[in-house]
């Protein structure tokens, strides 16, 4: 069975830091864009960061830019999100995504949300 399943989130105060994970199982990420997005109560789905197959380029939403860092390490099959100072409007359900398409880069991809897999999602609450 193909899934991508997500962990590392939780509850974290303001500034806190927490590492999600995104780990494949069924098939391999090395020839997939893989993408970081969130969605939040009442809004809509959002692309937070994206990397392509090799790693070399990435993509960050323009609020997480400078905190947020995003990696693979493909014999491990696992992406991650690196998110430091975290800030009150990060809390949101955090979703991975994996697509295959030739013509997809790690901009597209976070842009347009389309995707081949997504993982079930891990909670972020980020509260005083």
């Known amino acids: 069975q193909l899934q991508l399943a997500e962990s590392g989130g939780g509850l974290v105060q303001p500034g806190g830091s927490l590492r999600l994970s995104c780990a494949a199982s069924?098939?391999?990420?090395?020839?997939?864009?893989i993408g970081w997005f969130r969605q939040a109560p009442g809004k809509e789905r959002e692309g937070v960061s994206c990397?392509?197959?090799?790693?070399?380029?990435?993509h960050y939403a323009d609020d997480v830019k400078g905190r947020f860092t995003i990696s693979r390490d493909n014999a491990k099959n696992t992406v991650y999100l690196q998110m430091n100072s975290l800030k009150l409007e990060d809390s949101a359900v955090y979703y991975c995504?994996?697509?295959?398409?030739?013509?997809?880069?790690?901009?597209?991809?976070?842009?347009?949300?389309?995707?081949?897999?997504w993982g079930q999602g891990t909670q972020v609450t980020v509260s005083s």
């Open positions: 995504a994996a697509r295959n398409s030739p013509l997809t880069t790690a901009q597209t991809m976070c842009l347009n949300s389309r995707s081949d897999y």
């Open positions: 069924g098939f391999t990420l090395d020839n997939y864009v």
């Open positions: 990397i392509s197959r090799s790693g070399g380029r990435t």
